[in-house]
């Protein structure tokens, strides 16, 4: 493959590999990964675009080097943002790339991969931003351990699994990026630091309140945890990852009758944050640049998921 960092290029490029010109259907379902209908290259294009814009993202490579584990992380995070529909079509498209290139079947089940959004709802039309005293009333409902892993995600954006990873800066520093030097104006309190997509330590900031009650969390030694499939670092006693995302689920139909799924709680930080930032004086774009940074992102166009 040439050295086309575009995602639209990378995603073209795989489909014309994986499409069977001139071939009857028959002979292409005995080939990992080939297909004769236009209808499904289309879909697949479209769905290999958002795999490589991910990997880009997250700075994981691109679709000639992509492997299975990262695919794994790209539909976990896709579960958050997007309807059953949309994730199936990009767990098919991801799942024929690897079959055709690696030239042996690869399967992501359909079971292990399902949508953390409401369904009962019209999927356009819903907000996934909680109120704050909505968020309050699930968060009463939680056990300890749960309440303080959402009370970390109100106040920092971070993702269900990244609970699960946080450590003082000093036993874990952030990578070394173009940092903008106002992340977190306006935020008093102490600063940690999480690990991220693709490996990306970067610096959260907590109130003093939540940070003291961490900190009263924490491990007399660091031991693994292993959330779906992947291991991580465990300093603290704390809800995170799926069994967390679970928790909330429960807590959130019981409680206001639906459920947004976990990953609105960075819908709900972005937007407050975004409304802080402008009250400060800073433009639409400052603000979501600096938002950008904060939930783990270098493309401001990326957050405009999370302002919707």
């Given at each position: 493959?040439?050295?086309?960092?575009?995602?639209?290029?990378?995603?073209?490029?795989?489909?014309?590999?994986?499409?069977?010109?001139?071939?009857?259907?028959?002979?292409?379902?005995?080939?990992?990964?080939?297909?004769?209908?236009?209808?499904?290259?289309?879909?697949?294009?479209?769905?290999?675009k958002n795999l490589a814009s991910h990997l880009r993202?997250?700075r994981e490579g691109d679709l000639r080097s992509v492997?299975?584990?990262?695919?794994?992380?790209?539909?976990?995070?896709?579960?958050?943002?997007?309807?059953?529909?949309?994730?199936?079509?990009?767990?098919?498209?991801?799942?024929?790339?690897?079959?055709?290139?690696?030239?042996?079947?690869?399967?992501?089940?359909?079971?292990?991969?399902?949508?953390?959004?409401?369904?009962?709802?019209?999927?356009?039309?819903?907000?996934?931003?909680?109120?704050?005293?909505?968020?309050?009333?699930?968060?009463?409902?939680?056990?300890?351990?749960?309440?303080?892993?959402?009370?970390?995600?109100?106040?920092?954006?971070?993702?269900?699994?990244?609970?699960?990873?946080?450590?003082?800066?000093?036993?874990?520093?952030?990578n070394e990026r173009e940092w903008r030097n106002d992340?977190?104006?306006?935020?008093?309190?102490?600063?940690?630091?999480?690990?991220?997509?693709?490996?990306?330590?970067?610096?959260?900031?907590?109130?003093?309140?939540?940070?003291?009650?961490?900190?009263?969390?924490?491990?007399?030694?660091?031991?693994?945890?292993?959330?779906?499939?992947?291991?991580?670092?465990?300093?603290?006693?704390?809800?995170?990852?799926?069994?967390?995302?679970?928790?909330?689920?429960?807590?959130?139909?019981?409680?206001?009758?639906?459920?947004?799924?976990?990953?609105?709680?960075?819908?709900?930080?972005?937007?407050?944050?975004?409304?802080?930032?402008?009250?400060?004086?800073?433009?639409?774009?400052?603000?979501?640049?600096?938002?950008?940074?904060?939930?783990?992102?270098?493309?401001?166009?990326?957050?405009?998921?999370?302002?919707?």
């Amino acid at each position: 493959m040439p050295s086309m960092r575009n995602p639209a290029n990378q995603a073209h490029w795989a489909v014309e590999k994986m499409r069977a010109h001139n071939e009857k259907r028959e002979q292409t379902r005995q080939e990992p990964g080939k297909v004769s209908s236009l209808g499904t290259t289309r879909s697949y294009e479209q769905g290999l675009k958002n795999l490589a814009s991910h990997l880009r993202e997250s700075r994981e490579g691109d679709l000639r080097s992509v492997n299975r584990e990262q695919v794994e992380n790209f539909l976990r995070e896709r579960a958050g943002e997007v309807g059953q529909k949309q994730l199936d079509q990009e767990r098919q498209a991801a799942q024929a790339w690897l079959s055709c290139r690696d030239g042996e079947n690869v399967k992501f089940p359909r079971s292990e991969h399902k949508t953390q959004l409401d369904e009962s709802r019209n999927l356009a039309q819903q907000s996934r931003v909680y109120e704050p005293q909505q968020l309050d009333r699930i968060q009463d409902r939680l056990t300890e351990q749960n309440s303080l892993a959402l009370q970390v995600m109100r106040e920092t954006g971070i993702r269900a699994h990244e609970v699960g990873t946080l450590g003082r800066h000093d036993e874990q520093p952030a990578n070394e990026r173009e940092w903008r030097n106002d992340r977190f104006v306006g935020k008093d309190g102490v600063t940690y630091t999480v690990k991220g997509k693709g490996g990306l330590t970067r610096e959260i900031k907590l109130s003093q309140e939540t940070a003291q009650k961490l900190e009263q969390a924490r491990k007399s030694e660091p031991d693994t945890v292993k959330d779906r499939g992947i291991n991580y670092q465990s300093r603290y006693n704390i809800g995170t990852g799926q069994a967390l995302s679970q928790a909330f689920t429960r807590a959130s139909v019981k409680e206001v009758g639906w459920c947004a799924g976990m990953h609105s709680i960075r819908h709900v930080y972005a937007q407050g944050r975004m409304d802080k930032l402008q009250e400060r004086g800073y433009t639409y774009q400052e603000a979501k640049e600096v938002v950008s940074q904060e939930v783990g992102h270098f493309r401001p166009e990326t957050t405009e998921a999370y302002l919707r």
